[in-house]
């Protein structure tokens, strides 16, 4: 039994300091690189690849809304036109610095409120993959495990793998728990551990009220910018790796 480890990251910008993407490096074999529309910049798009590079851990797009003042986590309504070109410019903005540098992307995952809207909205999840997609056919999509992302990418044929959250509370319909209520983002590296470990033996989502939604897990989510994301990312594979499943890159899936 095998799984991939990511992280969402890159989302510093100028003098202003998000999260410790180089402790990260050393510890997961995926990240989701900010791309610039709801945080990050070319210098630390540049630098995070780089970093990615020398440890062997997969590069991936991570494509949000554009709003730097909230962080991508405000749900706004574009024109599916107008969204479609914002996930290619930022999906092009990747490639071309990962190509500059000697890397290549790998995978792309959406971030924040667009991630949320599109694990509700398959019409949504499937424009802005066609997007992606219409940029480099080739990606691997991430996607929200069980839920209209996962449709989505089915319907359109295309490699995906399957995520859950390490630091994320769940509702029964897959979906993440607001992060507005108590309990939603999960602090404690021991807890996040067992119970990634319990999800991926079990192939199952555990919700907060304990239904289990059986679904493949191809990769564990862990956000960068938590005050405890590198105690979490390192207990997580430490509690992984002793219940023997090893920590791997994901090759996608079609099926």
């Not at 995952?109 to 499937?126: F, I, P, Q």
Request: include cysteine; hydrophobic fraction near 45%; aromatic fraction near 4%.
């Amino acid at each position: 039994m095998q799984v991939d480890l990511n992280a969402d990251m890159g989302e510093s910008f100028g003098p202003w300091n998000m999260g410790d993407d180089a402790s990260l490096l050393t510890t997961v074999t995926s990240a989701n690189i900010a791309c610039g529309a709801h945080a990050g910049d070319p210098d630390v798009m540049a630098t995070t690849m780089g970093i990615a590079l020398q440890n062997g851990v997969g590069i991936g797009s991570h494509p949000g809304f554009p709003d730097l003042q909230g962080f991508g986590r405000r749900r706004i309504h574009m024109p599916a036109g107008s969204l479609q070109n914002s996930i290619r410019c930022q999906v092009g903005a990747s490639l071309g610095m990962a190509a500059a540098l000697g890397a290549s992307v790998r995978h792309v995952k959406l971030h924040g409120a667009l991630g949320n809207m599109t694990s509700e909205d398959e019409d949504m999840a499937r424009a802005c993959y066609e997007a992606a997609l219409s940029v480099d056919e080739n990606l691997i999509v991430m996607v929200l495990a069980a839920t209209a992302q996962e449709r989505a990418v089915r319907s359109l044929g295309c490699k995906f793998a399957c995520e859950i959250f390490a630091d994320r509370a769940y509702n029964d319909d897959a979906t993440l728990v607001d992060r507005s209520i108590p309990g939603a983002v999960i602090h404690d590296p021991q807890v996040a551990g067992q119970r990634m470990v319990d999800m991926v033996k079990a192939q199952a989502i555990i919700t907060d009220s304990g239904k289990h939604i059986e679904t493949p897990i191809d990769t564990i989510c862990l956000h960068g910018d938590t005050p405890t994301a590198v105690q979490i990312a390192a207990a997580v594979r430490d509690t992984l790796e002793a219940a023997n499943i090893t920590v791997t890159q994901f090759a996608g899936r079609t099926a």
